[in-house]
């Protein structure tokens, strides 16, 4: 019967051109809108790390007084004397620092020129705590840390640019003019949200080209390519700053259980005590543990402009739905004669209900085809309204297409449960006598 109702719901599609189209019409704009605005919102909200993020914690410690927070919040990083002391205590079954750096790239090849890369300075941890994958060689090892050694691991794109794509864990390269050798290349690691750094990204950005170790950065005296906030002048000098309270180290630690976190806090609470009790602090601790989804929450890493944008676009879908049921209204009505005679010949009700909500799911579909060109086409000019490194991640696949068509069946069917109930209560008798 499914494909009998549908037969006949094409041939009625076909009766009224005019009508069909502009339903047609409603259901592709609206679910175009609502689908675009999707596609953005879902690639700035989704989980850049689901196997691990309620593992990983963003560690946050008041290292300034209450009346320089804001809130009463910690500041969303820490200086260089909490984050090394969190180090060398080394609670957690992971944990690492980091802080963006700018190294200027010189290549072995004269005829390119030097380039800045994208890096950051962290700890050997880094690689496992954020599961980062490999295509050739791995991480350094915490003795390497510790040794503060010349180290590096490059992206697949760097690698790339520098060495052909060929392996080249134990070939070096020239950073800032020193010489780093290559323990391992990531392949393709770009996370979006960038969850591990939203303070100095804003939560989206290129891939990272290259991480070093942290102790070899600040032995090398690399300063932060990133925030440096400071509620007080610093000390003179490279020992000035690191000494001081000024804030511009993330820090991070993989917790795995609650039981870990719970420790972890007390620990972080014992620590700002004892810091407390030696007079660096003169009040009561502050600490906090955010797991990666709490920590861009707290960040608002999403655009408030997706969230306006989606819910403007669904507001547009319901308006495009109730015109759709004005049309489909009047479309089923004027075939009250034809649902008398049928219902005169024993059709049921049920009979009725089935047709006109199948003939209205195959106006869905047409809907939804022509959804899915201009959803295309939407996704394709996001760029004019939303940051060009949030456009570029929305992106048309196959989970977006199967929406797409599902919202603009389903919305249709349903804008046609009323005017299918009110075709079913179609009198035979009044339409006999009529005709």
């Known amino acids: 019967m499914f494909a009998y109702y549908f037969q006949l719901g094409l041939r ?11 339903m047609i019409m409603a259901i592709g704009f609206g679910v175009a809108a609502s689908m675009t605005t999707y596609a953005v919102f879902r690639a700035t909200s989704s989980n850049p790390i689901p196997q691990k993020s309620s593992q990983l914690f963003a560690v946050q410690i008041a290292n300034w007084k209450p009346s320089d927070l804001d ?7 820490l200086s260089y004397t909490d984050a090394n002391n969190l180090s060398r205590a080394h609670r957690a079954l992971r944990e690492t620092a980091l802080y963006p750096v700018a190294p200027s790239v010189i ?7 030097p380039f800045n890369a994208n890096a950051y300075a962290a700890y050997g941890d880094v690689f496992a705590m954020f599961d980062i994958p490999f295509l050739y060689g791995s991480g350094w090892s915490r003795n390497q840390d510790e040794a503060r050694g010349a180290v590096v691991v490059i992206s697949r794109t760097l690698n790339d640019k520098l060495f052909g794509g060929v392996n080249s864990a134990g070939r070096e390269i020239d950073l800032d003019g020193h010489n780093y050798r290559v323990t391992g290349v990531m392949d393709r690691w770009n996370p979006q949200p960038l969850f591990f750094d939203p303070v100095n990204t804003q939560g989206f950005g290129d891939p990272v080209d290259l991480f070093m170790p942290f102790t070899r950065a600040v032995e090398l005296q690399i300063g932060t390519a990133g925030n440096n906030n400071c509620n007080a002048p610093a000390g003179n000098g490279w020992d000035g700053w690191l000494r001081s309270e000024c804030i511009w180290v993330a820090y991070w630690a993989e917790l795995p259980t609650a039981a870990d976190v719970d420790a972890y806090r007390s620990f972080l609470t014992g620590y700002a005590a004892e810091q407390q009790r030696a007079g660096r602090f003169t009040w009561a601790p502050n600490v906090k543990l955010r797991n990666v989804t709490e920590w861009l929450d707290f960040q608002h890493v999403v655009p408030p402009e997706s969230k306006i944008s989606l819910l403007v676009s ?6 495009c739905l109730v015109n759709t049921v004005g049309l489909l209204l009047a479309k089923f009505m004027r075939r009250a004669p034809e649902i008398g005679v049928r219902r005169a010949l024993g059709a049921s009700r049920g009979a009725v209900y089935a047709q006109f909500l199948i003939e209205a799911g195959a106006v869905g579909l047409a809907g939804g ?3 899915l060109l201009l ?9 004019l ?6 456009a570029r991640l929305a992106t048309v696949d196959l989970s977006l297409v199967a929406l797409t068509v599902l919202v603009a069946i389903a919305a249709t069917v349903l804008a046609a449960f009323y005017p299918t109930w009110r075709a079913a209560q179609v009198q035979p008798a009044w339409q006999l006598k009529s005709n």
């Open 12 to 22: 009625s599609l076909r009766r009224n051109p005019m009508l069909t189209a502009l």
């Open 385 to 390: 309204v939303f940051d060009p490194q949030i």
């Open 375 to 383: 959803t295309a086409l939407g996704v394709f000019g996001v760029g």
């Open 71 to 77: 809130k009463g919040e910690p500041p969303n990083a």
């Open 369 to 371: 085809l022509l959804g």
């Open 107 to 113: 290549p072995a090849d004269a005829s390119q020129l």
């Open 314 to 319: 669904l507001g547009f879908l319901l308006i």
